[in-house]
C-alpha cells in the first residue's frame, strides 16, 4: 500500500510540475510583448507556487499548484523613439521577463518531473518483483 502512496505523491508532483513548465513555457514566448501604445504595460512575469494537500481517501499529502501570480518586479526600459509604445523621452517598458532566469527554472523543473518518474519507476519495479515473489 506504501508503494501505491509513493505513486500517487510522485505522479502529483509531475503534474504539479507540468503546470510549472507551462507557465515558464509562457513566460518565455511573451518575453518579447511589450505594449502597443505609450504608458501600456508590457506582459508580466508569471510565477507558481505550490501547496500540500491531503488527499483524504488514501491518507497521503500531495502537491497541488496554489496559484499562478505575476511577478510585480519592476518592468526593463529600452530607449526607442520610434516605437508606438514609447513615453515622451523615448523609452519603451519591456517585460519582466530574463530568459536566463526562465531557462534555469525550466531546467529545475525538469529535473523534478524526471526525479517524480524515476520514483514511480522505481515503486512499479518493486511491485512486480512483490508479485513475482508471491507467484
Known amino acids: 500500500m506504501d508503494l501505491i502512496k509513493s505513486m500517487l505523491i510522485s505522479s502529483s508532483g509531475m503534474k504539479s510540475q507540468g503546470e510549472r513548465m507551462r507557465v515558464i513555457s509562457e513566460n518565455l514566448a511573451n518575453k518579447d510583448s511589450v505594449g502597443r501604445t505609450p504608458g501600456e504595460d508590457p506582459y508580466r512575469r508569471k510565477v507558481v507556487s505550490f501547496k500540500n494537500v491531503l488527499d483524504k481517501e488514501s491518507n497521503t499529502r500531495l502537491v497541488e499548484v496554489d496559484r499562478v501570480r505575476k511577478d510585480m518586479s519592476d518592468f526593463g526600459m529600452k ?45 512499479k519495479k518493486m511491485i512486480m518483483q512483490t508479485l513475482d515473489i508471491l507467484r
Open 79 to 123: 530607449f526607442d523613439p520610434n516605437h508606438p509604445a514609447a513615453n515622451a523621452e523615448g523609452y519603451v517598458k519591456t517585460p519582466n521577463v530574463n530568459s536566463l532566469i526562465e531557462v534555469m527554472d525550466m531546467k529545475e523543473t525538469q529535473r523534478s518531473y524526471q526525479a517524480n518518474l524515476g520514483a514511480i519507476d522505481a515503486s
